[in-house]
């Protein structure tokens, strides 16, 4: 069994830094859920080493967003040395900032704190008294956040192990909710008139309920009607983002599949939303050097090895009565006969819109996959996904469905990083929301990575960019 090394001891310094909150430690380092923030976030604590150590390396923070990205923050360092290296690794990028450190470095109590600006998408890492900013982590008050610490150094399968650090003085602060106080005044003065003559405004109080609520400090409540679509997870199979199936009891099995067999049900899940897939197709994709019989027993033994971990899921059927072989099943929820659904709807009410965005909200089928046939189908439904939700967002109303327009286009990034309409949705949202530094700061990072991209600058001036949205304004 593994041994966790470190204990949450008692945080360090009662007061929170201004405008900040501090947060109980048991509510925050939950792994079952995401965190949104509205602004800010400090971590902070303290390291010291168990016993005199030659070196230090390992994972200091780990962070996940609700699209399955992970950001790691490393630290490595050998005795003696004037300096410690922090690794950031992101989007299969790593970038290494030295960092001066002193004699008494993990020998006494170091300070480790990580401030993060959600709507600056800015980073300051500190260790002991020197402190790196960091920028380009893609970290959004439209995302949501698990955090681990120390995941790495924290755990041993040594039965005979010995913690390297003792970790102390663990602080979690987040902006403090700021609502004037005027509002609330006005919001009783309206109840009492509401009760006074309630009959007369009925209609307009009730369409008034909520609009004054408390805020959580940590979690972002989403405006605008805009609900979060919690997809099944159990007897759930998904393809968009991550490759990842859930049983019946909602446990997750995808390590029960093998690369073949993942590709194998990837083909029929594809494959059914046309007219099924051959045996010849089978055969083309998977065992091209195999004989027709080597291939006939192929197929019959993996889709039997299929059928045995399917059946945790639910009832479903595999056949091939018309001569192409199809999976189908009512018990099992497979994303991408959802996504398929969806699109092919005349028209999509809210409701159908924001479940789209949450079948595409970790962005593209199996995009870490390399299967050389599902090329074409990639590149289907990121068209497929873009097109449709611009043309969604071409029928909202900017003033009523800000919030819905700034998630329709963070998602579009997802499928097209440089896609030129998102940016002006994104800017334009972000200017009726008054967030203008969020609207230069996207504008400014796109310009960044068109110029990246294409070796030239990019034409549209941050000021013209609001004669480019299609969107509606009320009048």
């Keep these: 069994m593994g041994m966790l090394f470190f204990l949450f001891s008692p945080a360090y310094g009662e007061s929170s830094d201004k405008g900040m909150k501090q947060v109980e430690n048991n509510r925050f380092w939950r792994t079952d859920k995401f965190i949104y923030f509205k602004e800010k976030l400090t971590v902070a604590l303290l390291i010291r080493q168990q016993e005199p150590l030659y070196n230090l390396s390992g994972v200091l923070f780990k962070i996940t967003s609700n699209d399955q990205s992970d950001r790691l923050f490393l630290i490595d360092w050998q005795k003696d040395a004037s300096q410690a290296d922090l690794f950031v690794l992101y989007n299969n990028s790593v970038k290494k900032y030295p960092i001066p450190v002193d004699s008494a470095f993990i020998r006494n109590k170091t300070p480790v704190r990580l401030d993060i600006d959600f709507k600056t998408d800015e980073a300051l890492f500190t260790l002991g008294n020197n402190s790196i900013v960091l920028h380009h982590l893609r970290f959004s008050i439209h995302n949501g956040y698990r955090f681990s610490l120390l995941p790495q150094l924290a755990?041993?399968?040594?039965?005979?192990?010995?913690?390297?650090?003792?970790?102390?003085?663990?602080?979690?602060?987040?902006?403090?909710?700021?609502?004037?106080?005027?509002?609330?005044?006005?919001?009783?003065?309206?109840?009492?008139?509401?009760?006074?003559?309630?009959?007369?405004?009925?209609?307009?109080?009730?369409?008034?309920?909520?609009?004054?609520?408390?805020?959580?400090?940590m979690v972002v409540q989403q405006p605008d009607a805009l609900s979060e679509v919690v997809l099944p997870v159990k007897s759930a199979v998904y393809l968009f983002g991550r490759f990842h199936v859930y049983d019946a009891r909602g446990e997750d099995i995808t390590k029960s599949f093998s690369p073949l067999l993942k590709e194998i049900l990837c083909l029929l899940i594809i494959y059914s939303q046309r007219?099924?897939?051959?045996?010849?197709?089978?055969?083309?994709?998977?065992?091209?050097?195999?004989?027709?019989?080597?291939?006939?027993?192929?197929?019959?033994?993996?889709?039997?090895?299929?059928?045995?971990?399917?059946?945790?899921?639910?009832?479903?059927?595999?056949?091939?009565?018309?001569?192409?072989?199809?999976?189908?099943?009512?018990?099992?929820?497979?994303?991408?006969?959802?996504?398929?659904?969806?699109?092919?709807?005349?028209s999509m009410n809210k409701v159908d819109i924001e479940e789209l965005l949450a079948v595409v909200s970790n962005g593209n089928l199996l995009p870490t996959t390399d299967y050389e046939w599902m090329d074409p189908f990639k590149d289907e439904a990121s068209n497929e996904t873009i097109?449709?939700?611009?043309?969604?967002?071409?029928?909202?109303?900017?003033?009523?469905?800000?919030?819905?327009?700034?998630?329709?286009?963070?998602?579009?990034?997802?499928?097209?990083?440089?896609?030129?309409?998102a940016l002006y949705l994104k800017c334009k949202a972000y200017g009726v929301l008054g967030q203008h530094a969020g609207a230069k700061n996207a504008y400014d990072k796109f310009v960044e990575e068109y110029k990246r991209a294409y070796g030239t600058a990019f034409n549209v001036p941050f000021n013209d960019l609001d004669s480019k949205c299609t969107c509606h304004h009320r009048p």
Excluded at 182 to 188: D, G, P, Q, Y
Excluded at 388 to 415: G, S
Aim: proline share 1%.
């Design 387 to 421: 097109e449709t939700l611009l043309r969604v967002a071409a029928n909202l109303n900017m003033q009523d469905d800000t919030r819905l327009i700034l998630k329709l286009a963070d998602i579009i990034f997802k499928f097209d990083y440089l896609n030129e309409h």
């Design 275 to 346: 007219n099924g897939i051959s045996f010849d197709k089978l055969k083309e994709f998977l065992w091209a050097d195999k004989g027709d019989a080597s291939a006939r027993n192929n197929r019959a033994v993996y889709f039997g090895r299929l059928k045995g971990i399917l059946e945790k899921l639910g009832t479903f059927d595999i056949n091939n009565d018309t001569g192409y072989w199809k999976l189908r099943s009512s018990d099992i929820f497979i994303d991408y006969f959802r996504y398929k659904e969806l699109l092919a709807k005349d």
């Design 155 to 217: 755990y041993s399968d040594d039965p005979e192990f010995r913690p390297r650090l003792d970790v102390s003085g663990v602080t979690v602060q987040v902006s403090q909710s700021k609502v004037n106080s005027t509002v609330w005044i006005w919001f009783l003065v309206i109840i009492c008139v509401d009760v006074i003559i309630f009959f007369l405004i009925h209609r307009v109080r009730r369409k008034r309920k909520g609009r004054f609520q408390h805020e959580n400090d």
